[in-house]
């Protein structure tokens, strides 16, 4: 029992390190896309800018819209973060540091995330507000569509592996990482960019569409409020930058190095990545979204799994 | 393409309408306004209607169109004058699409009022406002004439 | 058809370039109506005409269309020479058309950056652009002293030399710029997602184009060859050898592209103008001050557009009446006939490619 509240107040602390080293790379990283320093004042490199923007955030004034719908809006970013927290459960950090490793890792980590879509629509819809409504609505039915390849090509690697524990499926890949196998880099392209509309990042980050609907489903949240949708997004990164790392890169496995030490490179290289598509890439537009998430993505994902399968039984 | 030219074509095709001829520009009747505009438009090639504007002249206002010919590379100028007791000019936006917010904006600064316009309001000030600026005896307390010579010798 | 949603976009928004208020109303994502509001910017700049002398109105045309100021100069000072019969030394042409030329290629570059910033490229490809305005904005701080509101052309000429060094300084450029274009074009121009979102939306055909008095490059990417600076040449035009980019459809994307392609050919006028600048003063001696009757209308292509000049004077010091006829206004007129029926974020990709000023639209 004190073991496993020792282990939750370990990723609690994880997840604040984390986002806070995450706001840092994203300006750090922008800034040399664009040609210019991004942070640089706030101490060495402007590694301590995250704090003073946490303690800025803290200090400032919650304001509250006049006509809110009290439950919707005020729980709004609480559904947000804490599935994201719950997700943490289940990260395999290696062979020994993780909190829980339960059997059905990969089902438990691919339900809890998709409660987050339900804090998404709550706060367009209790913003009072035409943008965030039209954010919330538009959220809503990326986050759904989107699932549905992604869980395939999870589906792929689970039958890869005999198991859907994420302990499991990183023993499965000892003899050599999923990505190195045809159609499960298949099924990781089709996860990937699915992930990516998980998580409203650009190319996909419609809702939150700053030159259509000002902030989309963000507009009237302020201070801390604000501070846990984004918390929520930059963990919610990292966590499928984990869960990919655990299904088609091994994980914690790697020479040399402790195994914590291979799997946060990992981790942090795809959210490099997904940061980098962010600041070079237009954004897709809604119809063309679903279109290629439901006419595109979900028939792909669909064969390969087919084909894979009768190759597995034959 | 000369003023001259357009000038007899205008005559031979209304010869009871009284055109003058100016160094730069054709001066109509506003009653054989949307009739000229109509003919330059359909008959001759004036499909472009560059610029509406009007010119307070104290005791009457100038409304002035800029027509263009991009067949003829020629730009017509055609003025008609409309009186102070009777600001209404027939609309040509029905023609032209570009003098829909043109001749608004003339309503806005001169009052001239266009029949037929399909939304004529205001374009750029109040739309409660009851003057109108461009004339020459718009008065404000912002506004400050200067004298002509303030000092100036040339 | 249910209820339709009224969605006041401005007049503060990120996408309208400036403060442009448009009434849409919306079914559901789709754009119904459209009515825009102008007048947000509004600051009677006709009316200081009459009260200003010629020479004194210079900076205030600056302020039309302030990404291209150099350009309206240029058109006022043309319109008051062919008024006032003062004539203009060549090389002061030489200077304005290189001067006018560099305006373009930076309002352009603007332009480009915005647009893909409005289709949600964000801030990448507007951070190119402008490191690539800093440049010719330094360039023209030393010429002239300003970096956005230059006050540069005279009535009869410029107001100054340019300093030693400039010509070299404009040749790195032109060689720079040329590698920069072809950056752009592999990140933004071909790009997958770009292409989706910008092709087959807001597409404008030549006779609505015609009907509007639509121009400068938006008229072009409807398939229309019309460049004032070939077909009624001013200054010194009609000696270079350039070429008009033409789009193909009238979308967007065309709108964009021929923007693109029209920085390439003000390189290539800049080129050949630099190589035989004439010798002379560029500051011509004229009176100081202008009196005359008679009226103009002068039109000069502008980067957005065709800026006309029309100027009255009945024999004072001031002009009696200047009316500007601006590119943005009617470019912005054919805005609501282009969205109906478009997405909100189509409705955005459209009005970004309009590629407007406010400040010359409500002068």
Redesign the interface.
Known sequence: MITILLKGAAALGFISLSAMFLIWLERKV?AW????MGPMMTGFQGTLQPVADTIKLLLKEDIVPTGVDFFSWWLAPFFVTVPVVMAFLVIPFSRNIFVLDLNVGVLYICSITSVCVLGIFMAGWGSNN??SL?GGMRSAAQIISYEVPLLLSVLLVVMQSGSMSMQGIIQAQAHGWFILKPHLALAFLIYFISATAEVNR??F??PE????L?AGYHTEYSGMKFAMFFVAEYTNMFIISAIATTLFFGGWQGPFLPGVVWFLLKSYGLVFFLMWM???????????MMSFAWKVLTPIALLNLLVSGWFMVK | MQNSEVLQKIKNKFPDIVVEELPNALVIPKKALLDIARFLKNDMSFENCHCVTAVDRKDKLELVYHLYSTADHFMLTLKTMVPLDDLTVETVSLLWRSADWLEREVFDLFGIKFLGHPDLRRIMNPDEWTDFPLRKDFKSANLIVRPQSQGLKG | MGEL?T?NMGPQ???THGVLYLELKMDG?IVVDCKPHLGYLHRSIEKIAENRTYTQFIPYTDRLDYLASMNNNLCYCMAVEKLLNVPVTDRAQYLRVIIAELNRAISHLVAIGTF?????????PL??AF?DREKIMDLFDSICGARLTYNYMRIGGVSADIPVGTEQLIKDFIAYERKMLIEYNE??TY?V??L??SKKIGILSKEVAANYSVSGPILRASGVKWDLRKEEPYLVYDKFDFDVPVGTNGDSWDRYKVKLDEIEQSLRIIEQAIGGIPEGNPVSKVNRVFRGTGEVYLRTENPRGELGFYLVAEGGFMPYRCKIRSPSFSNLSVLPELIKGL????A?CVLGSLDIVMGEIDR
């Open positions: 922008s896309i664009q040609n210019r035409k943008y039209l650009v190319p980050d419609i569409a700053e030159s259509e000002v962010r600041w070079t890439l237009p954004r897709v537009r809604m119809d063309q | 949603l969605v928004h990120p996408s994502e893909a910033q409005d289709l949600g490229a964000y801030a990448t951070f190119y490191r990140l933004l790009n997602i770009f989706a979102r997405n909100i974020s189509d955005v």
